[in-house]
């Protein structure tokens, strides 16, 4: 079996391994939920401290011009683009996940006007379908389809405007066949819409060679902008003329500056713009992309990949009859950076194991779920890690986090 020492060998090879030094991460803690809210890097912290004090402090309104404040969404967004297969003009960093779902699909409905059905699956991240619901409710026709993965292909039908699923599982880290499922879209007539939420700086994405035509993702994730980071929008430039939003805020005009009354859409990525681009928080996730600067996806997927076979390969090894139940997929290449089990005292599980300084999180019911972030977990931490799980159900620490729970809630 593994041990220990293998995993320091590991880190002492790995290419990645000095990655880690520009992450700020506090002393004594394992970190595995970078899939929910990435470490802070220095960059970010430096390049917020900036933001705040020089641009904002010294630079005062001038620094929409001078410090190119109003330049900053599209400069966040090739950035981005280069990490998932776009070209930098055609992804733009704009306001919240679910609201770029909203503005997207709205868009996709309107390219194709003759039909009205949005195809989706259920049981994914609450918040695209929640959107979806929201946006079925004010418009009258449109029909949202809700089917289990296996029937996708039967749903997408000549009433489907568009196909919207999340390339990375959020609770298994199941991927989908993105170039697959775009051309099944494409197809049946189609748009296809693809949440990168789980993906983006996780594993090699590739909008472009997928021919998908409109996708969203978060920044706070495994792109490290902080909490509430500015998420990002895709429009394939093939498609960005005819695309419309339906939030046509003054930073999506042709000429915000002009102060006309009537709207006219900017050209390219930026009429997915609404309204005054967020600085600071658009800076951090500037300086965080920097510690994506001089590495490949490709580099980034291997790290990913070894990572999640040396915890699985650990769990099987030490965690056996224990309870814990694989919900991700074994084989690395149908899933994404993050590793999910079930057991049915998993969130007092989760809670031992943060009061031991590993940070993991739940996901009701039952799933305890482990991100690796390529950047910053070393071999070393998933071993420790496994090791605090084993002392945690030896000596059943997790008794009394549900003795706590259930005291908090009588
Ligand atoms: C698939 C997916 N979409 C969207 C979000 C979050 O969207 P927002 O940043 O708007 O809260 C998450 C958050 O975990 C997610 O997993």
Same mark, same amino acid.
């Given at each position: 079996?593994?041990?220990?020492?293998?995993?320091?060998?590991?880190?002492?090879?790995?290419?990645?391994?000095?990655?880690?030094?520009?992450?700020?991460?506090?002393?004594?803690?394992?970190?595995?939920?970078?899939?929910?809210?990435?470490?802070?890097?220095?960059?970010?912290?430096?390049?917020?401290?900036?933001?705040?004090?020089?641009?904002?402090?010294?630079?005062?309104?001038?620094?929409?011009?001078?410090?190119?404040?109003?330049?900053?969404?599209?400069?966040?967004?090739?950035?981005?683009?280069?990490?998932?297969?776009?070209?930098?003009?055609?992804?733009?960093?704009?306001?919240?996940?679910?609201?770029?779902?909203?503005?997207?699909?709205?868009?996709?409905?309107?390219?194709?006007?003759?039909?009205?059905?949005?195809? &989706?699956?259920?049981?994914?991240?609450?918040?695209?379908?929640?959107?979806?619901?929201?946006?079925?409710?004010?418009?009258?026709?449109?029909?949202?389809?809700?089917?289990?993965?296996?029937?996708?292909?039967?749903?997408?039908?000549?009433?489907?405007?568009?196909?919207?699923?999340?390339? &990375?599982?959020?609770?298994?880290?199941?991927?989908?066949?993105?170039?697959?499922?775009?051309?099944?879209?494409?197809?049946?007539?189609?748009?296809?819409?693809?949440?990168?939420?789980?993906?983006?700086?996780?594993?090699?994405?590739?909008?472009?060679?997928?021919?998908?035509?409109?996708?969203?993702?978060?920044?706070?994730?495994?792109?490290?902008?902080?909490?509430?980071?500015?998420?990002?929008?895709?429009?394939?430039?093939?498609?960005?003329?005819?695309?419309?939003?339906?939030? &046509?805020?003054?930073?999506?005009?042709?000429?915000?500056?002009?102060?006309?009354?009537?709207?006219?859409?900017?050209?390219?990525?930026?009429?997915?713009?609404?309204?005054?681009?967020?600085?600071?928080?658009?800076?951090?996730?500037?300086?965080?992309?920097?510690?994506?600067?001089?590495?490949?996806?490709?580099?980034?997927?291997?790290?990913?990949?070894?990572?999640?076979?040396?915890?699985?390969?650990?769990?099987?090894?030490?965690?056996?009859?224990?309870?814990?139940?694989?919900?991700?997929?074994?084989?690395?290449?149908?899933?994404?950076?993050?590793?999910?089990?079930?057991?049915?005292?998993?969130?007092?599980?989760?809670?031992?194991?943060?009061?031991?300084?590993?940070?993991?999180?739940?996901?009701?019911?039952?799933?305890?779920?482990?991100?690796?972030?390529?950047?910053?977990?070393?071999?070393?931490?998933?071993?420790?890690?496994?090791?605090?799980?084993?002392?945690?159900?030896?000596?059943?620490?997790?008794?009394?986090?549900?003795?706590?729970?259930?005291?908090?809630? &009588?």
């Amino acid at each position: 079996m593994t041990t220990r020492e293998d995993c320091a060998a590991l880190d002492a090879r790995d290419p990645l391994a000095g990655r880690r030094a520009l992450f700020d991460l506090p002393a004594g803690v394992i970190y595995l939920d970078g899939n929910s809210l990435g470490a802070l890097p220095h960059a970010a912290k430096a390049r917020l401290r900036e933001a705040a004090e020089q641009e904002w402090g010294q630079g005062l309104i001038r620094s929409w011009n001078s410090a190119d404040w109003i330049n900053l969404p599209a400069r966040v967004g090739a950035k981005i683009a280069a990490l998932i297969g776009a070209e930098a003009d055609e992804v733009t960093a704009a306001d919240s996940t679910s609201i770029n779902v909203f503005k997207l699909v709205a868009g996709a409905l309107a390219m194709r006007p003759e039909r009205r059905v949005i195809v &989706t699956e259920p049981g994914n991240f609450p918040t695209d379908l929640y959107m979806l619901q929201g946006l079925a409710a004010f418009l009258p026709g449109v029909e949202l389809r809700v089917v289990e993965p296996g029937a996708i292909l039967a749903a997408l039908d000549e009433s489907v405007a568009a196909l919207l699923l999340t390339q &990375t599982h959020y609770r298994s880290g199941r991927l989908h066949d993105m170039a697959g499922l775009t051309a099944k879209a494409h197809a049946a007539g189609a748009l296809a819409i693809w949440d990168l939420s789980h993906s983006a700086g996780a594993i090699e994405v590739d909008l472009n060679g997928a021919k998908a035509d409109l996708a969203v993702g978060c920044g706070y994730k495994y792109l490290n902008g902080g909490p509430g980071a500015p998420a990002f929008a895709f429009i394939a430039r093939r498609h960005q003329a005819a695309f419309r939003s339906p939030l &046509t805020g003054w930073m999506g005009h042709a000429a915000p500056f002009e102060f006309s009354d009537a709207f006219a859409p900017a050209n390219g990525i930026k009429r997915a713009l609404c309204g005054t681009p967020p600085v600071l928080g658009l800076s951090a996730l500037e300086g965080a992309l920097t510690a994506f600067d001089g590495v490949t996806m490709a580099e980034v997927r291997a790290k990913s990949v070894a990572l999640g076979e040396l915890f699985i390969a650990l769990m099987d090894a030490r965690c056996a009859g224990l309870g814990f139940s694989l919900v991700s997929p074994r084989n690395p290449a149908e899933r994404g950076s993050q590793l999910s089990w079930t057991h049915p005292e998993g969130y007092a599980i989760v809670q031992a194991l943060i009061a031991r300084g590993v940070i993991p999180d739940y996901r009701a019911p039952q799933v305890l779920r482990f991100g690796l972030t390529p950047l910053y977990v070393r071999f070393l931490d998933i071993w420790d890690a496994v090791e605090h799980l084993v002392q945690v159900m030896q000596r059943e620490e997790w008794r009394e986090e549900r003795f706590k729970q259930v005291a908090a809630v &009588t």
